[in-house]
């Protein structure tokens, strides 16, 4: 019946059996999950803030200000947290007792720690977020390139295309163009001491996080058995009860003999666009990491409106390098219309049954198809952006050169 | 000179075979017996007995059968089968009717489908395999798909609840498995006459099979042949027990009171044949009517205080052997009565059947068990629901007859064993007990429990508890709620919409004990049947089974679930990469030519977004392969003409 981490269950176990006087017995589990829904909230805000202090900073080492002017004076964490509490999904999966509020944030810690350059912190909540769903295992890249480089900043070619132009410029400029181009020259090196540091973290912390669920399990079985429960339960897909995915109903359906061919096909197609992603953005760790949870969301076994939640929060705080993308419109549609067919369908099919398994199948499949879009369409755009500021930087180059 | 040596060796080997033979038929013997016993809802029951038994291995280990089933003897000694029970059954025994509170209905009253449990004589690992060859076997000889029962999700191992038995109990129930005659044959034919003499005969298959209740069953026992146990050897109980309802149009229309008069009845009117003689091979071959306690004790009222001449209320159309009264000094009710016809004298030219008319009209009703047990499902829509198991009172525990220990401290002790496939994911916490339509704490009643959660694909879910009742209880109903799984679909039954079948619960009252004596007073051996009614065996009843209905997915979909899944997976990847893969050149030529479509206002963005679109499209295309779109077509044109002539040569030539 259980399938997560132990620790989750000697955690939140306790809290669902004990009750206040006089309330409803979930009351004290819920309760936590709406703290970990608000600190998660917290710290989108904070890494919000981070990340377009950042932005601002480079786009003013760039001298492109007048793009800054043109774009909203909104701050994009306040969005972001914003768009996470109020999101629909994150109340649903809130109020549902899903543990993916508790997930969501520890994959938020993660993030906001690689920002700010907390190096155990992060750490942390990437062992944790890999310890309690194992999709979250492919933030180390993103966080690794976050700690390295620091956070989103446009392409490195500018900065040094900047850099040799201001060179060029034979000293004419004043102190301030020589401290920019030393703060450039510092940005694009990739420091090594926090990746370090940080394998060094995680590897303590697994070692902890191994021992508490080791000590957890004895009575019950061995650490391998634990495993197999979890992680084997994650990757060979036994549990075929609907989700809002489609490959529960794939695999009930599928073929025997084909079922595991199509099984490490799906698992692959996530690894698959790790290394492309991670080449074209590379100096865009956090919008690299928003695309890895929501192809990791789109692509899990066990889906839920908690991953979708997830990725939709982080999607506002990339509010400034979104701004001109395709389909915004259509896609918010596809979502109002996906979220309110599904239920009808699951209770047409499930409940009253008079539907079909194909009507909810239907509305999962329509799903997949906007989170699709919305991933190929985010990641155009920002690689628009990016070009976009190129183009800016080199008019301006030229401007200043001429 | 040579011949005479070899003869007498001859001599000696023929002789020391028959020697060897003649000890085992000694040992070996087969007895059979029938049961008839009317019913209070004016139906019948007939319940064939054939014990089979053979003495332990000789020396050598070698065993030679004259009335024992090889194929019986040899699955003992391979898979060590210390006990085994297989029963098929079609039909419910009803138990508010037909009785819960005696031998009858606690040995021989069986849940719906097969049953089979065994008892290994095996080191505990190797349980499981002596369990899986043994399905496998039976099935064989039984023609039965009881090989279903192989796979650990279909069988469990109960601990205590259902027979002591430290872990080399097995027990399997497949409740949807049709019972036919192609079961009954084979088992028929372990019997030394098959049914072509003896009592046997009397099974017509269209009588049987067109019965309310049947249930056939086979009890082995094998003792090891060190222990000092009573019966050494294996012994095979093969039982039949139909429920027959009699044809009553020949009934005699003198009385008034036609319509209670119970239906008259004879054997060659319930099974349509009689019996011509007994097995040769069976040492003893006898038919006993009995009337049970509750009836005897109305005829007794009918007569009046005057003896117990209750034969004054019917009449039998053979006169019996020996009339056998129950032993019965606890209970106040009466005692039943058995009269025995033995087959012996009849013969092909006078055969025996037993007929019984009722002169007067007779109402009464069967004993039952303390509580009745009844169980549902609960809960609507195909995810989840709960099963409840409802214990309701008989109206005897006050006087209480049979109660071993529970007149003392009355409570009143209810074992229930359920084991519950799979894909019924019931969660054991939410086990709610009320005790008189009032929610109770369980931990206040529930005395012993083992649960063994159900892991998907694996093993199925099972509980035993012991529910410690207080005597005046008048209802108890336990809950527990359960989610309902989903399929792969090659593992729905073919008419997956009918539901699945959750395997009964059985519920026994350990401190209940049915028993029958009867007086043996000759010397010489008991009928087999009578001293299984005398063993005590706690009451033991099996409630419904429950018919659950499983969400299905569409079966007629897998190509096109592929296909589209992977459509769209396929998409998601080509766009990606195409995407991350779009040169800097290429994308800034595009948004150029956009750039020169979006001038104009924002209202009609999407429309000039569209046509910038369409004119890059349009635009593209036009401009390199203008010149190559002719030769394109000139190829094409080829390949269809060369195409054409290919299949007119093939269509001159072939065609």
């Known amino acids: 019946m259980y399938h997560g981490s132990p620790l989750l269950l000697s955690l939140l176990g306790p809290l669902t059996v004990k009750r206040i006087e006089g309330q409803p017995s979930h009351l004290l589990c819920s309760l936590v999950f709406v703290i970990a829904d608000i600190i998660s909230a917290l710290l989108i805000r904070a890494t919000g803030h981070t990340l377009q202090m950042a932005y601002r900073q480079s786009l003013n080492s760039l001298d492109i200000v007048d793009l800054l002017k043109s774009s909203d004076l909104l701050s994009s964490g306040d969005i972001a947290a914003l768009v996470y509490l109020w999101n629909p999904f994150t109340i649903a999966a809130c109020v549902g007792l899903s543990t993916s509020p508790v997930e969501n944030l520890v994959v938020i810690l993660a993030l906001h720690g690689a920002c700010k350059g907390l190096v155990p912190l992060a750490a942390f909540g990437w062992v944790m977020s890999t310890h309690l769903s194992l999709y979250p295992a492919i933030l180390i890249i993103p966080v690794i390139l976050l700690l390295g480089y620091g956070p989103d900043t446009p392409p490195r070619k500018l900065f040094l295309q900047k850099g040799y132009g201001k060179n060029g410029d034979n ?41 508490l669920c080791s000590i957890s399990v004895k009575p019950h079985g061995s650490l391998w058995e634990m495993f197999q429960r979890t992680y084997g339960f994650i990757l060979t897909m036994e549990d075929m009860s609907p989700n809002i995915g489609v490959l ?30 991670a080449i ?98 985010s990641v155009s755009a920002v690689l628009n952006h990016d070009r976009k500021l190129r183009k800016l930087s080199v008019t301006k180059l030229r401007d200043g050169n001429s | 000179m040579e011949l005479p040596p070899r003869w007498a060796f001859l001599l000696f080997l023929l002789l020391s075979s028959t020697k060897a033979s003649g000890s085992a038929v000694d040992k070996e013997e087969f007895q059979e017996e029938l049961l008839l016993k009317p019913l209070p809802d004016r139906k019948v029951l007939a319940h064939f007995h054939f014990e089979t038994r053979a003495p332990p291995c000789n020396s050598n280990g070698r065993r030679h059968h004259h009335l024992f089933p090889k194929a019986i003897s040899q699955m003992v000694e391979k898979f060590r089968v210390k006990e085994m029970e297989l029963s098929f059954t079609q039909g419910r025994w009803n138990y508010e009717r037909w009785g819960g509170f005696d031998t009858m209905s606690s040995n021989n009253a069986k849940p719906p489908g097969v049953e089979l449990w065994a008892v290994f004589d095996v080191p505990k690992e190797q349980v499981d395999a002596s369990w899986k060859n043994l399905t496998h076997t039976l099935s064989g000889l039984f023609c039965a798909s009881i090989n279903f029962l192989e796979s650990s999700t279909m069988y469990s191992a109960p601990e205590w609840s259902f027979r002591q038995a430290s872990g080399s109990l097995r027990y399997g129930m497949l409740p949807r498995e049709a019972v036919c005659t192609e079961n009954l044959t084979p088992w028929l034919k372990l019997l030394p006459c098959r049914d072509n003499a003896g009592l046997s005969a009397l099974m017509d298959r269209p009588s049987i099979y067109t019965s309310f209740y049947h249930s056939q069953r086979l009890h082995l026992t094998s003792n090891a042949s060190d222990l000092e146990g009573l019966n050494p050897g294996i012994v095979l109980e093969q039982t039949l027990t139909v429920v027959l309802h009699p044809s009553s149009q020949r009934t005699s229309l003198t009385h008034i009171s036609e319509s209670y008069l119970q239906p008259s009845w004879s054997l060659s009117s319930i099974f349509g044949r009689k019996v011509n003689g007994r097995c040769a091979l069976a040492k003893s071959s006898k038919v006993y009517l009995q009337l049970e306690r509750g009836l005897v004790s109305e005829l007794e009222k009918n007569i009046g205080s005057e003896g117990y001449d209750v034969e004054a209320n019917f009449e039998l159309s053979v006169n019996p052997d020996r009339v056998l009264k129950e032993e019965n000094s606890r209970h106040g009710i009466g005692s039943s009565l058995l009269y025995e016809f033995s087959v012996d004298k009849y013969s092909n030219s006078k055969p025996f059947d037993l007929g019984l008319t009722w002169k007067f009209p007779v109402i009464w009703s069967c004993q039952q068990a303390p509580l009745h047990a009844i169980r549902f499902l609960m809960g609507s829509g195909n995810e989840r629901g709960a099963i409840a198991i409802l214990l309701k009172s008989t109206d005897l525990n006050d006087s209480s007859p049979g109660a071993d220990s529970a007149s003392d401290g009355c409570e009143l002790h209810v074992n229930i064993f359920q084991i519950v496939p799979w894909y019924i994911r019931v969660y054991y916490h939410s086990l709610q007990l009320f005790v008189d339509d009032q929610l109770k704490a369980v931990g206040a009643f529930v005395e012993k429990i083992h649960v063994m959660p159900s892991k998907d694909k694996i093993s199925p879910g099972m509980m035993e508890m012991v529910l410690k009742l207080p005597c005046g209880v008048k209802s108890a109903a336990l809950t527990l709620d359960f989610d309902k799984g989903f399929l792969h679909i090659d593992e729905y039954p073919p008419d997956a919409n009918q539901g699945f079948d959750i395997p009964s619960a059985a519920i026994s009252f350990p401190n209940f004990h049915a028993s029958m004596h009867f007086p043996s007073n000759d010397s010489e051996r008991e009928s087999p049947m009578l001293s299984k009614f005398q063993e005590s065996s706690p009451v033991l009843s099996y409630t419904e089974v429950l018919l659950v209905p499983l969400t299905t997915p569409d079966f007629s979909m897998p190509y096109n679930v592929i296909t589209i899944t992977c459509t769209v997976f396929a998409l998601y990847f080509g766009s990606l990469l195409n995407v991350l893969r779009q040169r800097v050149g290429e994308k800034e030529r595009l948004l150029k030519s956009k750039a020169a479509a979006v001038k104009t206002g924002r209202p009609s963005e999407l429309l000039s977004r569209l046509l910038a679109k369409l004119r890059g499209r349009s635009q593209e295309p036009s401009q390199s392969p203008s010149e190559s779109s002719p030769l394109i077509n000139s190829k094409l044109v080829l390949k269809v003409l060369l195409m054409a002539a290919l299949a007119v040569a093939w269509q001159y030539y072939f065609g």
């Open chain 1, 171 to 211: 000293h004419s400029s004043d102190n301030c163009g020589q401290q920019e181009t030393n703060q450039s020259k510092s940005e694009v090196t990739f420091s090594w001491r926090p990746v370090v540091h940080f394998l060094f973290w995680s590897s303590l912390w697994s070692a902890y996080v191994l021992v």
């Open chain 1, 248 to 277: 529960w109903y794939f695999f009930a359906e599928v073929f025997d003999f084909f079922r595991s061919f199509f099984m490490i096909v799906f698992h692959l197609n996530i690894l698959f666009m790790i290394l492309p992603l």
């Open chain 1, 280 to 377: 074209r953005l590379k100096h865009r760790p956090c919008f690299l990491a928003f695309i890895y949870i929501a192809i990791s969301s789109m692509l899990k076994s066990y889906p839920s409106v908690g991953d979708s939640a997830l990725y939709l929060g982080l999607l506002g705080l990339f509010l400034d390098e979104l701004a001109d993308m395709k389909f915004s419109f259509f896609l918010l549609c596809g979502y109002i219309g996906v979220s309110l067919l599904s239920p009808v369908m699951h209770n047409l099919w499930i409940w009253r049954g008079t539907g079909n398994a194909n009507f909810y199948y239907a509305t999962g499949m329509a799903y997949a198809c906007l989170q699709i879009i919305l991933v190929v369409e």
